[in-house]
């Protein structure tokens, strides 16, 4: 049972659309790849997860704190013998291990993603014994890539890969309770109510209106819209063809999410659009699905009054 979804990942969301319209500093660009990779591997893992038979507890993309600290933790699963902290390690790169450092094949050292783990294992193990809740726990990082070696390895924390975790799952269904006590589901509750939304590490880049390039990106993110006929917009790279409502909507929830401080105004949307020739026709979608505030050459839209 998913208790707390893994939610948006703001920090994927903003670079996705931003790429399209601007070159990235590379920095971003790296930082890009390495959250489509990570979206991979989770998706892949969300779905050993909900072959559980077993009423488990799911909690994804925590952000919690104890003692001024804070950690982040990828899975929780809550069964009744024990909590498992699940971490997954979102190198797409082959590496090996010796003793307990971790090197790329060209033989350059990266960062032992075990400190980290191990961190957050041990501020989990502080908050649980600041709620007084006393229950076995159990770290397993998982690997993503298919390539690893190790040599010497003395490791308290068991690694895995991904695929591995179907197996793990089955055994646990077998040997553990199906159900979770009335404690352990308060326990979770308790949880998704410290986690903290504003996740300070996100490293978002910045950008102005100005720099951006304008226009209707095409779903399957190609970028311009044509404004051929009345009814639709065609892209005239893959060929995608999308009713103008849908993508003028689209369009605006995207001028939205990038620039939240900014009001909505037709000549505002025109000019994010930039492909619909009718001025009208925005007006009319934005009416019909927006409440108009009423300010003069200045009036602006909201979202409807529910
Ligand atoms: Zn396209």
């Known amino acids: 049972m998913v208790i707390k979804p893994r939610g948006e990942n703001v920090e994927l969301k903003l670079l996705r659309l931003l790429r399209v319209r601007k070159r990235l500093e590379e920095k971003d660009e790296n930082n890009y790849i390495y959250l489509e990779k990570g979206k991979f591997s989770e998706k892949l893992f969300d779905q050993y997860l909900l072959g559980l038979t077993n009423e488990f507890l799911i909690l994804n993309n925590l952000l919690l704190e104890v003692n001024n600290t804070l950690f982040q933790i990828d899975s929780l699963l809550i069964t009744q013998k024990k909590i498992f902290i699940f971490e997954v390690k979102k190198h797409e790169v082959d590496f090996y291990i010796v003793k307990d450092r971790w090197y790329m094949l060209s033989g350059k050292e990266i960062k032992n993603p075990l400190i980290q783990v191990i961190r957050s294992e041990s ?33 308290k924390v068991h690694l895995y890969f991904i695929r591995q975790l179907g197996r793990l799952l089955k055994n646990l269904d077998s040997y553990d309770a199906p159900r979770v006590s009335g404690g352990h589901m308060r326990l979770a509750d308790k949880l998704v ?84 020739r009718s001025k009208r026709l925005i007006r009319e979608i934005s009416s019909k699905n927006f409440e108009l505030v009423l300010f003069g050459r200045g009036s602006y839209y909201v979202d409807k009054k529910r």
């Open 123 to 155: 501020l989990f193990r502080q908050l649980l014994q600041e709620l007084r809740f006393s229950v076995m726990l159990d770290l397993k990082l998982f690997l993503s890539t298919q390539n690893f070696f190790s040599m010497r390895l003395r490791l």
């Open 193 to 276: 109510s410290l986690h903290i939304t504003d996740n300070p590490y996100s490293r978002l880049p910045v950008y102005t209106y100005e720099e951006l390039e304008k226009g209707i990106i095409c779903q399957r993110g190609c970028f311009h819209l044509e404004d051929t006929n009345r009814h639709t917009l065609v892209c005239n790279k893959c060929g995608f063809i999308e009713d103008k409502e849908a993508a003028i909507l689209r369009s605006i929830e995207e001028f939205r999410f990038l620039f939240p401080e900014k009001r909505i105004t037709v000549d505002v949307i025109y000019n994010w659009c930039q492909v619909i």
